[in-house]
Structure formats: structure tokens, C-alpha cells
């Protein structure tokens, strides 16, 4: 490969695909290289027996016309392509705490009035709450398609403030705490250590309204590879980058493992922090930085059940269920192996557009990574019998535990696959298959916060590591990765001004 290329991105995720798409609109030579044979990362699906499933991204918000996402989403030309359903806009979470049903119901005063229905004495606080979460969700400017100015994303208050001591501020109810927390698996929240302001700005997302994508998230990688190539960008999967070269002052060639060299003049990368400091070898790059991002933390990994329903028997689920069995959400994270699963998220796909049977679901459990770590050194289909029967007993296991909830729902499948930290490692490159990267930490702002420059000039990080993780962190995080080539003064004007909003 004789080319070069004005940017290199490695991995197309969800973060390397936005900014191919961005830089490629605005006149870019950009080339994504990709280890996996299918694009997208956490935007993936795999398909058994003909049904498709999802792998990470499930369900996204604001995507009424007028609010953030839907803004972004015209900005990088999906909206034609993807096709959503909205969840039930009375409770598009419901939290099963302890044997009884709590509804997240969308907009601010239908979600106070369901919330109160259920705490009658603790309407004020749950007012509070709304208020709070709108407040920080404002001083937030990319958040809102506004500039930030000065890189001051969010106020320090908000990210010194763990989300646990933040709700109990809020309310000494100890179940409304537990329940105003029980949506926290989309943060993989970690007690006194994730900032309130990443709790905040989820929940006010999804509040605002909440869908599923119809036929799976990869019709969004489809859609931006599509108009990325039609950019005259370029997309190579298969690729894997086992080095990236420098010279004395930048970055100058990737290493594929196939031995090919690609050239470029910068250089993107949307794989973890840690892996691309592995891919590098330069004293541009002190140690006391690489060591600085090995030992940051990551959050848990999970293990999936991916059911398939016998057809017409079961009716399609329009909420996301979160249970919990502890006496505090908290404890997901700190499970007891011996009791697991204690807590679960499942979930009904949507295949299409108006469902009025489920032919799939998805049970998400927390798992942490030592649990499979005697496969560590195994491959994709190649770890054996004993593997095979840790999965089979887990899924069973948790299966058993929805059958309480869903009396039935077992009689009803036809089959069902899983996967466990060891399947995310392998497609997503992620540090022991953690589900969204790095945790941020409110007692050490600055370490846990992973800049998009690196001290080589000319290469640059994007994706769920650096602002934020889900469908909005990661294009807050392009756009921010982006405005390095483009000024962010740039971008937001592009993005109001394809939506009318100048
Ligand atoms: C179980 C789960 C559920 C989730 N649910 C939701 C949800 O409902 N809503 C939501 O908004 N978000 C959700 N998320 C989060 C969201 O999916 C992620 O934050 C986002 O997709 C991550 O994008 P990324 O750009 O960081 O890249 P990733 O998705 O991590 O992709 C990185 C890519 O880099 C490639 N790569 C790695 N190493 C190399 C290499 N050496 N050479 C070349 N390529 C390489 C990988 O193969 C991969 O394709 C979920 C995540 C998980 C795991």
C-alpha cells in the first residue's frame, strides 16, 4: 500500500466511524482500519438461525426533533437509515427493587408524576432530582450543541460529587435512593467513585424520550460506512494494527499484522487508551504516562443470554427491566459470586417497526473478568469443554432467576447463545472486556479523565475513553477529537446549521 493518508483511524467503532465521517465530509483523505471482519465494535450483532442480536448498544434518547441526538444524528446522516421504535413513553425503564415495580416515564413532570405515584411523601425531593439533572445537564455546552470554552466540559462540583452521595443529598429515602439509581448499569456505576454528573446527563438523555433501534445497531455502522464511502474515505477491515511508527517528533505509518505498512500524516485511534499505548514503541511517549493508563480501572464486564422465543408466544416488552434482589443497588457491581446473579438487565429486541410478539431478548448480568480468567489465554470458539459448561450453568442461572419475575418465559424459548468477558475482549479489544472503558473517578478527576491528545502531535484518541461512553458520549467525544483538524467553532455552526438552528 503505497498511499498515504491525510488520517488514520484505528478501530471503527462507533467513535472512529464519526470521525471518519466528519473528516472525510471536510475534505479528508481518511482511511479506518479494523481488526474484526465486521465494523462497528460495540455496534456489532451476530446472527443465529437467521435472528440477529444486538452486542452494545441497546437503546438510545433525545432523538425527538429538537433534542440533542436527533440534532447529531441529521448532522451525520442517519436519520434516513435508522429506523426507531420508541419505548413505552410511561415507563421506559421499569426498576424491579426488592419485589416491586418502579416506572422511568419520559418527559420531567410525567416522569415526577409516575415516580410520586409510587413515593407520595417524597414528591418534593424527586422535584429536586428533575431539577438537579436538568441544571447539569445545561452546564454541559457540547451537550447541548453549544462551545465549551475552555475545555471546562462540566462544572468541578459535579465531578468531585459521587452519584451516590449526590442522591442521598437528594432524598433520605433509602428506596427512592436504590430506585433513582437502579438504571445504573448504563454507567456501570461504581459506589463512591462514579462523578454525579455522568449519572446526570444519562438519565436526562433517556428522560427526554427513549427507542430501540429497529433490526439492530449495526444499522448505523452500515449507514455512516456507507456515507463514509461515498466521501471517498476508505474502510479496510481485517486489518489489525500491531504498531503505530514515529519518527523523533510524530506519528508516520501503522504496522498491520499481515506485515503491510499504511502511511499517514495523523493518525486517530478509537481503540482503548492502554491497547494503543501497547501498539507504540516511541520515547515520544513517557513511561510514567503508559503506566498512568495501565492502571487506571476499568468498569465490569458482563455475561449475555441471547434468547430466541418460540414465534408468537411471548408479547413484545416495551421497557427496559432492571432488577435487583440487594438490599442496595450498589452491591451489582460488589456481587457475591455464590449468590450471583443477584441482578439483571433484560430486554426485548425489536425487529419490527410495531412487534406484538418478542422473537428476541437479551438478560444482561454484571461479571467480572477473574471469573473467566482460567480461559484468559484462549481464542474465539477455541476454549474448550469446561468453558462451554461455565456458560451453560451461568445462563441457566440466570434464566432461572427471570423465570421468577416472568413465570413461564423458559417454556417458551427455542434456543439460546451467551457470551461472557471473554467474547467482548476478543471482538471489542477491550481490557478484559470491560463494558465501557475507563471508570471515572470523582476522588481523582484529573488522572481518570483521558485527554484526546497524546504527546505524540499528530496522534490522537476518540471513543468511549476519552469525554464519555453510549451513543452521545462517544460523537460528543468525535466532535471533540475532530475539532483538533476542524475548530470546534467549526463544527457546531455545521451542526446547527444542517439543523436550522443558526
Ligand atoms: C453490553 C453493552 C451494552 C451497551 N448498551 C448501550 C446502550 O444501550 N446505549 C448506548 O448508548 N450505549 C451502550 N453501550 C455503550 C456503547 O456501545 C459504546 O460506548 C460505544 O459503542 C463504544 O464505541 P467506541 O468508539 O469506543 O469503540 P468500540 O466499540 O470499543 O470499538 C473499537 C473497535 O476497535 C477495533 N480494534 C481494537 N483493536 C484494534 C487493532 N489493534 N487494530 C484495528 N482495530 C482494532 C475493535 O475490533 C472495535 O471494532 C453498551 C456497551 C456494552 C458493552
Not at 429536586?128 to 441544571?135: G, V
Not at 433501534?213 to 464511502?229: E, F, K, M, Q
Not at 443497588?329 to 460488589?334: C, D, G, I, T, Y
Amino acid at each position: 500500500m503505497n498511499t498515504e493518508y491525510d488520517i488514520i483511524i484505528i478501530g471503527s467503532g462507533l467513535g472512529g466511524l464519526v470521525c471518519g465521517y466528519i473528516l472525510a465530509k471536510n475534505g479528508y483523505k481518511i482511511a479506518i482500519v479494523e481488526k474484526n471482519s465486521q465494523i462497528g465494535g460495540c455496534l456489532q450483532t451476530f446472527k443465529r438461525k437467521g435472528i440477529k442480536f444486538d452486542t452494545g448498544m441497546h437503546y438510545i434518547g433525545s432523538m425527538k426533533p429538537g433534542q440533542v441526538l436527533h440534532a447529531l444524528f441529521n448532522y451525520l446522516n442517519l436519520l434516513s437509515d435508522v429506523k426507531l421504535r420508541p419505548l413505552d413513553p410511561n415507563g421506559f425503564d421499569t426498576i424491579s427493587f426488592r419485589g416491586d415495580i418502579y416506572k422511568f416515564a419520559n418527559g420531567y413532570s410525567h416522569f415526577t408524576d409516575t415516580l410520586s405515584e409510587k413515593f407520595p411523601h417524597n414528591r418534593k425531593d424527586i422535584e429536586a432530582y428533575i431539577h438537579h439533572i436538568k441544571k447539569i445537564s445545561a452546564a454541559s455546552p457540547l451537550y447541548n450543541g453549544d462551545e465549551a470554552e475552555n475545555n471546562n466540559f462540566m462544572e468541578t462540583e459535579y465531578i468531585k460529587t459521587s452519584i451516590n452521595d449526590y442522591i442521598a443529598s437528594i432524598t433520605q429515602n433509602p428506596l427512592l435512593q436504590n430506585v433513582l439509581a437502579g438504571n445504573m448499569p448504563l454507567y456501570a456505576g461504581v459506589k463512591d467513585k462514579t462523578p454525579m454528573y455522568i449519572h446526570a446527563l444519562i438519565s436526562n438523555f433517556y428522560i427526554q424520550s427513549a427507542y430501540r433501534i429497529v433490526g439492530g445497531s449495526d444499522t448505523i455502522a452500515s449507514s455512516l460506512t456507507n456515507s463514509i464511502t461515498s466521501l471517498g474515505g476508505q474502510i479496510f477491515t481485517q486489518h489489525e494494527v500491531e504498531q503505530i511508527l514515529c519518527d523523533d517528533k510524530k506519528a508516520t505509518a501503522i504496522v498491520l499484522k499481515n506485515g503491510n505498512i499504511m502511511r499517514g500524516k495523523a493518525f486517530i485511534s478509537d481503540i482503548h487508551p492502554e491497547a494503543t499505548m501497547n501498539i507504540l514503541n516511541t520515547p515520544l511517549i513517557r513511561r510514567i504516562y503508559k503506566e498512568r493508563i495501565r492502571n487506571l480501572q476499568n468498569t465490569i464486564s458482563n455475561f449475555t443470554v441471547y434468547i430466541k422465543f418460540k414465534p408468537n408466544t411471548v408479547p413484545y416488552l416495551n421497557t427496559n427491566f432492571y432488577y435487583y434482589d440487594h438490599d442496595n443497588v450498589w452491591q451489582a457491581n460488589a456481587y457475591n459470586k455464590d449468590k450471583w446473579p443477584e441482578s439483571y438487565l433484560y430486554m426485548h429486541q425489536c425487529h419490527q417497526e410495531n412487534p406484538t410478539y418478542a422473537e428476541s431478548a437479551e438478560l444482561i448480568g454484571y461479571m467480572h473478568f477473574d471469573e473467566v480468567k482460567e480461559w484468559e489465554n484462549t481464542t474465539i470458539q477455541q476454549r474448550g469443554e469446561a468453558y462451554l459448561e461455565f456458560k451453560k450453568e451461568k445462563s441457566q442461572l440466570l434464566l432461572k432467576k427471570l423465570e421468577e419475575s416472568f413465570p413461564g418465559i423458559n417454556e417458551q424459548i427455542e434456543f439460546y447463545e451467551s457470551s461472557s468477558p471473554l467474547t467482548y475482549r476478543d471482538y471489542t479489544g477491550t481490557k478484559e472486556g470491560s463494558m465501557y472503558g475507563i471508570i471515572r473517578d470523582k476522588n481523582f478527576p484529573v488522572q481518570t479523565l483521558v485527554s484526546q491528545r497524546t504527546k505524540i502531535p499528530n496522534l490522537l484518541l476518540t471513543g468511549q475513553n476519552i469525554n464519555s461512553h453510549g451513543i452521545l458520549g462517544v460523537i460528543v467525544g468525535a466532535l471533540i477529537t475532530c475539532s483538533e483538524f476542524l475548530g470546534i467553532s467549526k463544527l457546531i455552526n455545521d451542526i446547527k446549521e444542517c439543523n436550522n438552528v443558526l
